[in-house]
């Protein structure tokens, strides 16, 4: 799979950041990048996808405690 040059620097971008890019990706961003703020553009659905997993982890964790006492329960 070929990757582009500016695949690093697309999603780095934002007010108030530096340019650390070696002369050749700057010369590959300035002819195919797009210039945008990406830096901050998925942050909501960054923390939505957090909450799920925080929440999915929940929910495994209770599936497991419930399945302990059912194991327990079974014993007597």
Known sequence: ????HTL??????SPETFNT???QTLDAFRTRGTVAE??????AGARRQ???AELAKV???????DDVIDRHKAKF
């Open 1 to 4: 799979m070929a990757y582009l």
């Open 8 to 13: 690093y620097v697309d999603g780095l971008i």
């Open 21 to 23: 890019m070696p002369p």
């Open 38 to 43: 990406t830096l901050t553009g998925g942050i």
């Open 50 to 52: 957090l909450a799920e």
């Open 59 to 65: 929910r495994a964790a209770a599936d497991f405690i």
